[in-house]
């Protein structure tokens, strides 16, 4: 497969919206994108009041923006409820029965919750934790599988004022429990265990585990999902069940009247060095800029079905599977286990089976089942599908083409969304009805997102010139700090130029179209899971073995991109295979079997400079296989680059 840089240069297919498909949307032409897009960008704070006025308020807000000291404040003096907003507000408006989530189980069972009955949960749930003492601006730890407890317990967080922070039940104790201490959670919401490829997975014992350095947590409750056996800590432990079972839980629980800048939930992202820090969202700005960026980019009917394969212990559930699709009273699939199980066509049967019209999903899934061939798809009645998302990592033409030709028949727009965890929802996107696609980029900017490509000394890049991107204005759902560490915030995002640093690197064509090339910083994405390399070089050194640790990506063609970690040992270990592997599970356990380094290979020295710093851009293009070194000459030793290399890992 050609290198992403290589096949965007030589990318010139643009494909334009049916005519009938812009005639139903939302936005309907570029000229009319255009003009709204220019609106909001000339007068922000109009726009966004505008849009704020569909949200329903307790009382509305007396500013729209003010920047305090760097810190970005939208909506101040306003009263709201994230849950309310998505619950109550459409029961009250006669769509009590309308099915909010369909949740379909790994089995193939399906459970589904009307906006009436999910409304009744959260309220019983929402209770359940007032009955345990959380109290409103608490930290609730989520560690649950894709069941619907998950969206559930997040609402009823949201319901009380409670902060929640959902950690991905993909991610080890070790990982959990840094997040814990992070955090100063209450109290942990998990479950038994989860299905995955058939088989149970424990998640008791990582929480367990976790929990052992965790004093703050003083209630766990814990969801039986698999009935595995558990050890069951007395006077900490409880059973989801049974406390909703209990006589005295109301199904009637008023949503507290939370002000717009109050916290709605803490998530954990790698960054370039230390530990993943707490990305910090609010309460009325993320709901409306998760809820708008829903409505126009997905081009939501009240008819449609909607489909997103991302986690919610990811911010793309966050978003797109709670927030956005239920404050617009969307009817949402979310499915609990593997996308292979049974077989490759599991997607491709859950869209048949439950007609959907909207699939969201990210590149690494479409190119890994692309590669399982089109009997799959082919054999599945895809005919209600009107509209194809995708995210997370840049998306190559070849898998672009396969997603557009092979699912969507030609017939449904892709919307390639760029965005981030810090961003809270979708930057940079097409609108279907309106904008014309080039395969392999994420388009335009959405309203109210002025973005750009700077140049290292600040100045603005020329056109199809590679550049940092950056966003040059607030907008109401970035992150508001880190969470514990305000310097860590201004440090990160705004020291470099003054405006939000995003830590991609991209250019932007003649026609304006943004095309993203990857992580300027030591952000690897591997199927789309973001990874900081100081975690993994971290988690390796703790071995025994280990005295020092690179970890750099390299191109792979389902994942688009691996880990590559050079490592040398301590004296007295040797360099073999069963090491390696071993080095590999303690990855697996220490943060998480996403982290595991593809590759290993042993090296006596690293390149480093003078200062002692490692060169990664050497070990990059080593793990690359290419010769392109750059300059080699300040290291202390130019040798070592020519024996890693010989030595590469194949
Ligand atoms: O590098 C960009 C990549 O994912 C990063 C954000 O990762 P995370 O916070 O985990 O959020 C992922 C889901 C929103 C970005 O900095 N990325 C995300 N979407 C795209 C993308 N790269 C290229 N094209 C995209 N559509």
């Known amino acids: 497969m050609p290198s992403y840089i290589d096949s965007i240069l030589k990318e010139s297919r643009v494909l334009y919206p049916h005519e009938e498909f812009s005639r139903n949307s939302h936005v309907k032409s570029m000229k009319e994108y255009s003009k709204i897009y220019k609106k909001s960008i000339e007068n922000p704070e109009a726009f966004w009041a505008e849009k704020a006025d569909e949200l329903e308020w307790f009382k509305k807000w007396n500013s729209v923006l003010r ?13 709201l409820n994230a849950s309310d907003n998505c619950l109550d507000r459409h ?36 209770n359940v ?8 601006g608490d930290v609730v730890q989520i560690y649950l599988p894709m069941i619907p407890e998950l969206p559930i317990a997040m609402l009823a967080c949201a319901r009380i004022g409670a902060i929640h922070s959902v950690v991905f039940a ?145 911010i793309t559930g966050h978003s797109y599977i709670v927030y956005g699709p239920l404050s617009n009273c969307a009817t949402v699939v979310m499915y609990e286990g593997a996308p292979t199980y049974p077989s490759p066509d599991r997607f491709w049967r859950i869209i048949e089976k439950h007609e959907v019209t909207i699939f ?10 692309a590669k399982e061939g089109n009997e799959w798809p082919n054999k599945c009645n895809l005919s209600s599908l009107r509209l194809l998302g995708t995210v997370g990592e840049p998306i190559n033409p070849e898998a672009w083409m396969w997603y557009y030709e092979t699912i969507g028949k030609k017939k449904c727009p892709v919307v390639d969304t760029w965005w981030q965890t810090e961003t809270g929802g979708i930057l940079i996107s097409p609108l279907p009805g309106a904008t014309p696609l080039k395969p392999g980029s994420a388009t335009k900017p959405f309203f109210g997102i002025a973005a750009d490509v700077l140049r290292e000394d600040g100045s603005k890049a020329n056109l199809n010139e ?40 991209a250019h932007i064509d003649e026609d304006g179209y943004f095309w993203i090339m990857g992580r ?26 280990v005295a020092e640790a690179a970890i750099v990506p390299f191109p792979h063609e389902i994942k688009g991109q691996a880990i590559y970690a050079f490592v040398t040992l301590k004296k007295g270990f040797d360099k073999n295979d069963l090491l390696k592997e071993e080095l590999r599970s303690h990855v697996s356990k220490t943060l998480g079997p996403i982290a595991k380094p593809d590759k290993i290979q042993f090296a006596d020295d690293l390149p480093k400079t003078r200062s002692g710093k490692i060169m990664r851009r050497i070990l990059k293009a080593i793990a690359e296989g290419s010769a392109e ?14 024996i890693l290399a010989e030595n590469r890992e194949k």
């Open 360 to 369: 969201y999903t990210a590149p690494t899934a479409i190119r890994a089942l």
């Open 129 to 136: 934790l007032k009955k345990k003492n959380v109290k409103r």
């Open 170 to 314: 993909g991610f080890s104790s070790d990982a959990l429990k840094d997040r814990i201490q992070d955090s100063s959670a209450v109290m942990i919401i998990t479950a038994d265990g989860s299905y995955r490829n058939g088989k149970v997975v424990s998640l008791k014992d990582n929480a367990d585990n976790a929990l052992k350095e965790c004093p703050t947590v003083k209630n766990a409750i814990i969801v039986k999902r698999t009935g595995i056996s558990i050890n069951f800590v007395g006077g900490r432990d409880c059973w989801w069940d049974e406390l909703m079972k209990e006589k005295e839980i109301s199904d009637l629980c008023e949503p507290e009247k939370m002000h717009s800048e109050e916290s709605l939930f803490i998530l954990y992202t790698s960054g370039t060095t230390g530990k993943p820090k707490g990305i910090l969202h609010t309460q009325a700005g993320y709901l409306l800029f998760a809820s708008q960026t829903f409505r126009y980019i997905f081009d939501i009917n009240n008819d449609d079905i909607y489909f997103c394969t991302a986690d919610i212990g990811w």
């Open 629 to 642: 070194y750059g300059n080699i000459t300040t290291l202390v030793d130019p040798n070592v680059v020519k």
């Open 67 to 79: 920047n305090d000291h760097g810190f970005f404040k939208w909506f101040e003096g306003g009263e």
């Open 91 to 126: 029961v009250k408006s006669g769509n009590a029965n309308k099915k909010a989530i369909i949740w379909e189980q790994e089995s193939g069972k399906n459970r589904i919750y009307t906006y009436g009955q999910l409304l009744k949960e959260v309220c019983r749930f929402a």
């Open 466 to 505: 590679g550049g940092y991107l950056v966003i040059k204005n607030p907008w109401p759902g970035m992150l508001r700090t880190v969470w514990n560490n305000p310097d860590r915030y201004k440090k990160t995002y705004f020291e470099k130029f003054g405006v939000y640093l995003t830590g991609d690197t």
């Open 520 to 545: 300027s910083d030591d952000v690897i994405k591997v199927a789309g899971h973001r990874i900081g390399s100081a975690e993994v070089e971290s988690s390796l050194v703790s071995h025994r073995a």
